[in-house]
Antibody, heavy 119, light 111 residues
Framework: QVQLVESGGGVVQPGRSLRLSCAASGFSFTSHAMHWVRQAPGKGLEWVAVIWSSGNNKYNSDAGRGRFTISRDNSKNTLYLQMNSLRAEDTAVYYC????????????WGQGTLVTVSS | QSALTQPASVSGSPGQSITISCTGTSSDVGGSNYVSWYQQHPDKAPKVMIYDVSNRPSGVSDRFSGSKSGNTASLTISGLQAEDEADYYCSSYTSGSTLLVFGGGTKLAVL
C-alpha cells in the first residue's frame, strides 16, 4: 500500500535551517510529482512546493520562494524540503503529498511533521 | 488571506443536505477543471473527496458531489451523517504566481 512518512520536524530558532524528509513506498515513486503542503496551528492548508517526477522541474509558492528548496532522490524514494532563514510564521505541520497522475489533486498524504520556529 | 473564499462554517442536521461554496477567479476555479475537495478530521491528514470538479474517488460515498459554475465551485453533501463533521477545503490549479491554491476551509457541524 502507498505510504508517505515524513521526518525531520522539530523546534528551531528563527533564522536557522531545517531539512524535512518524506520516505515513499508502495508505488512507483519516479512516476509521480510530489508536493509539500503545510498547515499552521488552527489554520488552513497552504501549498508550499512541487517537484516533478524527474526532479528537473520544481516550483515554489510565494511564501517559500528564495528560502525553501524542494528536491528528491529517486534512488532512495525520498522527497526533501530544505528550509532556510526560518521565521515564526513558518511554524506548521508539513505534509508531503502525492499527486495522482495526469491531474492536480492529492491522492495520498503523509501523517505530517511539526516544525516550530521559536526562540 | 486565502486565494479561494469559503464560508467559515456551515451546519446541518442528520439526513439533511448542505452545500459549501468555493469562490475564486478566472485564473483558478473559473479557468480550471482541476478543482478538488478535501475532508480533514482533527489531527488527521486531509482526504480527497472530489477531484477534477465532480469526480469521486473510489471508496468515497456517493453522498458527496461536486460542481462548478463560473468562478465558484461547490461541494454538496446529502444525507448528512455524524461522521461528516469535519473541516473541508477546496483547492484549484491556478495560472497565477503559485501553482495550486486552497480555500480557507469550512467547518461543518452536524447538529
Amino acid at each position: 500500500q502507498v505510504q508517505l512518512v515524513e521526518s525531520g520536524g522539530g523546534v528551531v530558532q528563527p533564522g536557522r535551517s531545517l531539512r524535512l524528509s518524506c520516505a515513499a513506498s508502495g508505488f512507483s515513486f519516479t512516476s509521480h510529482a510530489m508536493h509539500w503542503v503545510r498547515q499552521a496551528p488552527g489554520k488552513g492548508l497552504e501549498w508550499v512546493a512541487v517537484i516533478w517526477s524527474s526532479g528537473n522541474n520544481k516550483y515554489n509558492s510565494d511564501a517559500g520562494r528564495g528560502r525553501f528548496t524542494i528536491s528528491r532522490d529517486n534512488s532512495k524514494n525520498t522527497l526533501y524540503l530544505q528550509m532556510n532563514s526560518l521565521r515564526a510564521e513558518d511554524t506548521a505541520v508539513y505534509y508531503c503529498a502525492r499527486v495522482a497522475s495526469g491531474t492536480y489533486y492529492f491522492d495520498y498524504w503523509g501523517q505530517g511533521t511539526l516544525v516550530t520556529v521559536s526562540s | 488571506q486565502s486565494a479561494l473564499t469559503q464560508p467559515a462554517s456551515v451546519s446541518g442536521s442528520p439526513g439533511q443536505s448542505i452545500t459549501i461554496s468555493c469562490t475564486g477567479t478566472s485564473s483558478d476555479v473559473g479557468g480550471s477543471n482541476y478543482v478538488s475537495w478535501y475532508q480533514q478530521h482533527p489531527d488527521k491528514a486531509p482526504k480527497v473527496m472530489i477531484y477534477d470538479v465532480s469526480n469521486r474517488p473510489s471508496g468515497v460515498s456517493d453522498r458527496f458531489s461536486g460542481s462548478k459554475s463560473g468562478n465558484t465551485a461547490s461541494l454538496t453533501i446529502s444525507g448528512l451523517q455524524a461522521e461528516d463533521e469535519a473541516d473541508y477545503y477546496c483547492s484549484s490549479y491556478t495560472s497565477g504566481s503559485t501553482l495550486l491554491v486552497f480555500g480557507g476551509g469550512t467547518k461543518l457541524a452536524v447538529l
